[in-house]
């Protein structure tokens, strides 16, 4: 069974950073991409970073120059640097694996504040 676990969310005063994880146990064929997405309250849930298994990545225009994502040396491992955060940063952050089958982590609440 396919478990994706988050961490590194939490509480960051603005211009601040944060790093997120996710480690993804289980077997998982045919990785197309792995990214990060989150969620504010009352808001759809919306892509942040994307990066494929050819290391094509991609942003939210709102993070770009201040977000990375990154492969870990594993090829279960996703991360997402999180510098010059911002209040409108806080949402709860989702990784997400696209295989075969779309696999979604719990999600790690990460609080900006002002």
């Known amino acids: 069974q396919v478990q994706l676990v988050e961490s590194g969310g939490g509480l960051v005063q603005a211009g601040g950073s944060l790093r997120l994880s996710c480690a993804a146990s289980?077997?998982?064929?045919?990785?197309?991409?792995m990214g990060w997405y989150r969620q504010a309250p009352g808001k759809q849930r919306e892509l942040v970073a994307r990066?494929?298994?050819?290391?094509?990545?991609n942003y939210a225009d709102s993070v770009k120059s201040r977000f990375t994502i990154s492969r870990g040396n594993a090829e279960n491992l996703v991360y997402l640097q999180m510098n010059s955060l911002k209040p409108e940063d806080t949402a709860v952050y989702y990784c997400?694996?696209?295989?075969?089958?779309?696999?979604w982590g719990q999600g790690t609440q990460v609080t900006v504040s002002s």
């Open positions: 289980g077997s998982i064929f045919s990785i197309v991409a």
């Open positions: 997400n694996v696209l295989a075969y089958y779309d696999y």
């Open positions: 990066i494929t298994s050819g290391g094509s990545t």
